[in-house]
C-alpha cells in the first residue's frame, strides 16, 4: 500500500458543518491542510470555520446540484494555496422507513444525496486530481454498506452504491497516482439521525425523537475519534476505511455469513429494545 501525502495540502470536504465532517476539518486544519469546506446549513459551516487555524474558504452547497459541485470544484481550484490532498465526499442524510409502505420521495432525497453528492463530488474534482498525478477521493460509504439492516433499505442501498462506485473507481485510477477509499463508520454520535426523515425503525419505534436518542446511546465512537482513524487510514494508503468496533464486529460477520448474519442479530433485538428503554428512563 503506498502511502498518501495528507499534511500540508489542500483538503476538500462536504458535510462539513457538523459531526465526522467538521472534525476532519479541523484536524487536518491544524495538520497544517487548506480547507475548502461546503454544507447546506450556513451556520454550521460558520461555527466550523471559527475552530479552524489555518486558511479556508467555504461554500454553502447542496451536494445534489452537479452544476453547483462543478462550479465549487472551479472556486476551490482558483483558491487552493497548495496542491490537492483530499477530497472528502461526506454529506450524507438518513431514512428509516419499511420498503413496503415507504414515502417515495424520501427514497429519492436520500439517494440524491447519499449517492449522486458522492458521484457530483468525484467527477467535479477528479480531473484536478488525475491533472496533478496525485491525491486520493475519500468516500463515505458506512456500516450500513458492509450488511443491511432492516427499515434501512435506502441507507443502505446507497451506502452498497458508494462503496461499489469506489471500489470501481479505484481500479479505473491505477497507475494515475490517484486513490479512491471508502470509509465504513460504525455508530458514530454525530446529529444525522436528527435531521433525517424517521417513520419508523427496526424496533418498531415511531417517534423521531426516541429514534436520535436511541442512536445516539448506542454510537460509542466520537467525530473526533473517527476523523483521527480517517486521516491514519488516508495516510496508510488504505483502500478501505472501519471506524469503531461495531464496523469491524459487523465486517467480521459479513464476511464470515454473507447471507446469515442478520440470524445472529436477530435474536439480539429484544435485548436491545429493554437495553435501551432502560437507558431513556435515566
Not at 491544524?30 to 447546506?40: E, I, K, M
Not at 488525475?130 to 450500513?144: E, F, K, R
Not at 491514519?232 to 494508503?237: A, K, L, Q, S, Y
Request: one cysteine or more; hydrophobic letters at 45%.
Amino acid at each position: 500500500m503506498s502511502r498518501i501525502a495528507v499534511a500540508g495540502r489542500t483538503a476538500v470536504i462536504s458535510g462539513a458543518g457538523s459531526g465526522i465532517g467538521r472534525a476532519l476539518a479541523i484536524r487536518l486544519s491544524s495538520s497544517g491542510c487548506p480547507v475548502a469546506l461546503s454544507d447546506w446549513n450556513p451556520h454550521g459551516l460558520v461555527e466550523t470555520q471559527a475552530q479552524l487555524t489555518g486558511p479556508c474558504v467555504t461554500q454553502v452547497l447542496d451536494v445534489r446540484d452537479r452544476d453547483a459541485q462543478l462550479g465549487w470544484a472551479e472556486k476551490v481550484m482558483a483558491w487552493a494555496p497548495a496542491p490537492l490532498g483530499v477530497v472528502v465526499n461526506n454529506a450524507g442524510v438518513v431514512v428509516s422507513q419499511f420498503a413496503a409502505d415507504a414515502v417515495y420521495e424520501d427514497d429519492v432525497w436520500l439517494m440524491d444525496i447519499n449517492y449522486w453528492g458522492v458521484v457530483h463530488g468525484s467527477r467535479a474534482f477528479l480531473p484536478h486530481l488525475i491533472d496533478q498525478g496525485s491525491g486520493a477521493v475519500v468516500n463515505m460509504s458506512s456500516i450500513l454498506g458492509l450488511l443491511a439492516f432492516p427499515t434501512q433499505t435506502a441507507y443502505c442501498a446507497s451506502k452498497f452504491a458508494v462503496r461499489g462506485y469506489t471500489e470501481a473507481l479505484r481500479h479505473e485510477l491505477h497507475g494515475t497516482g490517484v486513490r479512491a477509499l471508502t470509509v465504513h463508520p460504525g455508530g458514530i454520535d454525530t446529529p444525522i439521525t436528527r435531521a433525517g426523515r424517521v417513520r419508523v425503525d427496526a424496533l418498531g419505534n415511531t417517534d423521531p425523537e426516541l429514534f436520535h436518542r436511541n442512536f445516539t446511546a448506542l454510537a460509542r465512537t466520537s467525530p473526533e475519534q473517527a476523523a483521527a482513524t480517517i486521516q491514519r487510514g488516508i495516510e496508510r494508503g488504505r483502500s478501505r476505511i472501519l471506524i469503531g468496533a461495531d464496523a469491524h464486529l459487523m465486517n467480521t460477520l459479513a464476511t464470515i455469513l454473507p447471507t446469515h448474519y442478520f440470524d445472529l442479530v436477530r435474536p439480539a433485538m429484544p435485548l436491545a429494545r429493554r437495553l435501551l428503554d432502560a437507558l431513556a428512563t435515566r
